[in-house]
């Protein structure tokens, strides 16, 4: 079926809609949105429209409409009436009125003129087709009829679709039932009575909500075709109280696709921009403020080479999605689920980005190569979690840029890249990391541990498992997050050690010894768990399974006397609340093991031994997280 565009309104109606809210004091909700359960019937008005009997006399504050055409025509007594929309108050050309227990509402006025949607009439069967400004939802009338075709399924009206005339001035519309096609297009309507200034005539007053923070359409399809490929026919805003969510909508007249529609971020002003290439804009420039949480405004403007633009600046703390469809580009802005945003200056690239982590002090620190504190004076990097009670930038003694970020408590931390951009997710370590370990480097300050010639056995662990180690564990793509007893050469008390792996949120703890004897002839390497804590933990790991396989991948791999597996009741593994181990690497006192345990070459080669049977444990027995 053929339509074609009613030209009795020829002005755009593009409107912002700064909150979508009923009033305080409206009367009963009689129209719903597709997600509301009930409706409720209002008869408010019944009482003031009724059917006049010859040519009565007209009352003040009240106005005559003719329903119906010819021999069927009759005439209704009602208040005028006003729609509120947008915070808005548009008059209707012709009233709202009761019909058979129906409020009748002029279609073109009100749908088209005030709400903005498009209007089309067939030349051939006269019917009538309204279309939400997002063209998502459609209603089609049959005058003289009730049926309704609503997104392709037809139904059953709740009255006919007749024409509606106002007597005094002679203006007609069809007049539609209001009730069920607000329904249909996604539309929420309440009633009261309106009272003018002064105590002047009463009226009845529809205030009408939706979803649309902002739209501009046009029914044109009229461009130079020879000039551009395309045509933007409209730009809807729409909010999704729901989910917290703005969606732009770039609509197109003829097809769209990746090829002639390109997304373009602008991570530094917070603004992404809808580029519809070779496409004719009858808009002209405009520019709109929205600033409601997630969007700041709206601009539509086309280049010189023919590209027409529709850019979204939103909120901080907001994140965006895109889509291109046949209909044109969408861009949905949400709050942003990360814990903290930083722009990312240009020319650094995210893979130079290191960190450190000082989590025993509560805090984490971003490096970023070069000077770029003044940069970040102008581009603050945004706080978006309660976790983060601070953030600094300074620099560093190498001249890099260091961005010390504090946390309320232990948080663990995770660097996400983004467009122009990066993310940081902050949150309890379990929620950040898939495999978390303790690490506990025996002994320390006033507890040398054991010790031969100048061989410390407190500084030989701290090497190995704390400064080699983290080099490792430390890596963006290391599959474990470690955390250690201590970082320094500090004293830790024997009984609190195994309390860390509940602070830490540990899963497995590893704890690194160097063995001593009387005799030089003992070397080797053996590693201890303690029977009292042996339970199966995460798919099915045990102290004891966890100790084996750790004691195959060290004198697999180190090539040191395979001293065996041994059950022992040592605090730090007995007194522990994950799967437990305790490495005895080598002899200090070992004819052979101290030659190797002086060597960093042999020392890096531990620390990566233990670190990569830590992670062969993990992948071995996942946690599921």
């Known amino acids: 079926?053929?339509?074609?565009?009613?030209?009795?309104?020829?002005?755009?109606?593009?409107?912002?809609?700064?909150?979508?809210?009923?009033?305080?004091?409206?009367?009963?909700?009689?129209?719903?949105?597709?997600?509301?359960?009930?409706?409720?019937?209002?008869?408010?008005?019944?009482?003031?429209?009724?059917?006049?009997?010859?040519?009565?006399?007209?009352?003040?504050?009240?106005?005559?409409?003719?329903?119906?055409?010819?021999?069927?025509?009759?005439?209704?007594?009602?208040?005028?009436?006003?729609?509120?929309?947008?915070?808005?108050?548009?008059?209707?050309?012709?009233?709202?009125?009761?019909?058979?227990?129906v409020w009748m509402a002029p279609v073109k006025n009100i749908f088209s003129d005030i709400l903005g949607c498009y209007y089309q009439t067939s030349k051939e069967d006269k019917s009538i087709l309204?279309?939400?400004?997002?063209?998502?939802?459609?209603?089609?009338?049959?005058?003289?009829?009730?049926?309704?075709?609503?997104?392709?399924?037809?139904?059953?009206?709740?009255?006919?679709?007749?024409?509606?005339?106002?007597?005094?001035?002679?203006?007609?519309?069809?007049?539609?039932?209001?009730?069920?096609?607000?329904?249909?297009?996604?539309?929420?309507?309440?009633?009261?009575?309106?009272?003018?200034?002064?105590?002047?005539?009463?009226?009845?007053?529809?205030?009408?909500?939706?979803?649309?923070?902002?739209?501009?359409?046009?029914?044109?399809?009229?461009?130079?075709?020879?000039?551009?490929?395309?045509?933007?026919?409209?730009?809807?805003?729409?909010?999704?109280?729901?989910?917290?969510?703005n969606e732009i909508k770039g609509l197109t007249l003829e097809t769209?696709?990746?090829?002639?529609?390109?997304?373009?971020?602008?991570?530094?002003?917070?603004?992404?921009?809808?580029?519809?290439?070779?496409?004719?804009?009858?808009?002209?420039?405009?520019?709109?403020?929205?600033?409601?949480?997630?969007?700041?405004?709206?601009?539509?403007?086309?280049?010189?080479?023919?590209?027409?633009?529709?850019?979204?600046?939103?909120?901080?703390?907001?994140?965006?999605?895109?889509?291109?469809?046949?209909?044109g580009g969408i861009i949905t802005i949400f709050k942003g689920s990360f814990s903290m945003k930083v722009i990312l200056p240009e020319g650094v690239s995210f893979s130079k980005i290191k960190t450190t982590d000082q989590y025993w002090n509560q805090k984490f620190l971003i490096i970023l190569p070069g000077d770029y504190v003044s940069f970040y004076k102008k581009y603050v990097p945004v706080d978006n979690s309660s976790y983060i009670t601070g953030i600094r930038v300074s620099l560093t003694d190498e001249e890099d840029t260091k961005i010390t970020v504090t946390t309320k408590g232990l948080k663990g931390y995770k660097l996400d890249k983004g467009d122009g951009c990066f993310t940081v997710q902050v949150g309890a370590p379990k929620d950040i990391y898939e495999n978390i370990v303790l690490i506990d480097a025996g002994h320390g300050g006033k507890d040398n541990g054991a010790s031969k010639n100048r061989l410390k056995e407190k500084k030989l662990n701290l090497t190995i498992a704390y400064k080699q180690m983290k080099e490792y564990f430390e890596k963006e793509n290391s599959p474990v997050k470690a955390y250690w007893t201590r970082h320094d050469d500090t004293f830790v008390n024997l009984y609190a050690r195994p309390t860390y792996s509940a602070k830490y949120q540990a899963d497995l703890f590893v704890s690194l010894h160097m063995n001593s004897a009387k005799s030089s002839s003992a070397n080797g390497t053996e590693v201890y768990y303690s029977k009292v804590n042996n339970s199966s933990s995460f798919s099915g790991i045990t102290s004891k399974l966890f100790a084996k396989k750790m004691q195959n991948t060290l004198v697999n791999t180190l090539g040191t006397k395979d001293r065996g597996v041994k059950q022992a009741g040592f605090v730090v593994i007995k007194n522990n609340t994950v799967p437990s181990i305790l490495i005895e690497l080598g002899f200090i006192t070992g004819s052979s093991d101290k030659k190797k345990l002086k060597k960093e070459s042999f020392q890096k080669k531990a620390a990566k031994t233990i670190y990569q049977g830590i992670c062969n444990t993990f992948k071995a027995y996942p946690t599921e997280r």
């Open 256 to 327: 769209a696709s990746k090829k002639n529609v390109k997304i373009m971020n602008h991570a530094a002003d917070y603004s992404v921009t809808l580029q519809f290439l070779n496409t004719y804009n009858p808009f002209g420039d405009i520019t709109q403020s929205v600033k409601n949480g997630i969007t700041n405004s709206i601009k539509i403007w086309e280049t010189e080479d023919k590209t027409t633009c529709v850019q979204i600046k939103y909120n901080k703390k907001q994140e965006y999605e895109s889509d291109i469809t046949e209909a």
């Open 1 to 101: 079926m053929m339509y074609i565009s009613r030209k009795g309104w020829l002005r755009v109606i593009a409107i912002l809609v700064l909150s979508g809210i009923l009033l305080q004091d409206t009367g009963t909700a009689f129209a719903k949105s597709p997600n509301a359960k009930s409706i409720k019937s209002s008869a408010l008005g019944a009482k003031r429209a009724k059917k006049l009997k010859g040519n009565a006399a007209e009352v003040s504050g009240k106005q005559q409409v003719i329903i119906g055409e010819g021999d069927s025509a009759q005439e209704y007594e009602t208040l005028s009436a006003k729609v509120q929309y947008t915070n808005i108050s548009f008059d209707c050309t012709i009233p709202v009125v009761q019909w058979n227990g």
């Open 130 to 245: 309204v279309t939400t400004p997002d063209r998502e939802n459609t209603i089609k009338f049959l005058p003289n009829t009730n049926v309704a075709v609503i997104n392709g399924d037809e139904e059953t009206a709740p009255a006919e679709t007749v024409l509606g005339t106002k007597k005094d001035t002679n203006q007609s519309d069809y007049m539609v039932p209001l009730e069920f096609t607000l329904e249909a297009l996604g539309y929420i309507c309440s009633i009261k009575e309106g009272q003018g200034e002064g105590n002047s005539e009463a009226y009845n007053l529809f205030e009408i909500t939706s979803d649309y923070l902002y739209h501009i359409i046009t029914d044109s399809q009229s461009y130079d075709k020879e000039k551009y490929n395309n045509m933007l026919i409209g730009v809807v805003l729409l909010k999704n109280d729901t989910e917290n969510l």
